[in-house]
């Protein structure tokens, strides 16, 4: 199993860019399929990236493509999240989550989540 971590969330203003930063325990990380979801308020989790084992293959929702950026670094067990021109309805919180299997837009199909950061963007 794995253990996740998330940071690097915070309150900005719209138009400005966050990363997220993914921290995995042990020495296995390279195994996993990496994905971000994020759930705003009165809504429903949603997929928003994920990343295949060896960094080789990159998915989008379509609301963040353009603008978001998924990459792991295997030697430093880490998964990251560029987020640039930040908008209020990217209000929510952001979870990293792990699975042994392909990268899947479905919530259900990951084993292993982050307890979340908060990301709130401002107009």
């Known amino acids: 199993q794995v253990q996740l971590v998330e940071s690097g969330g915070g309150l900005v203003q719209a138009g400005v860019s966050l990363r997220l930063s993914c921290a995995a325990s042990?020495?296995?990380?390279?195994?996993?399929?990496m994905a971000w979801f994020r759930q705003a308020p009165g809504k429903e989790r949603e997929f928003v990236s994920g990343?295949?084992?060896?960094?080789?293959?990159?998915v989008y929702a379509d609301s963040v493509k353009g603008r978001f950026t998924i990459s792991r670094d295997n030697a430093k067990n880490t998964v990251y999240l560029q987020m640039n021109s930040l908008k209020p309805e990217d209000t929510a919180v952001y979870y990293c989550?792990?699975?042994?299997?392909?990268?899947?837009?479905?919530?259900?199909?990951?084993?292993?989540w982050g307890q979340g950061t908060q990301v709130t963007v401002s107009s």
């Open positions: 042990g020495r296995t990380f390279s195994t996993y399929t």
């Open positions: 989550a792990a699975r042994l299997f392909s990268v899947s837009r479905t919530v259900d199909h990951y084993d292993y």
């Open positions: 990343i295949s084992r060896s960094g080789s293959s990159t």
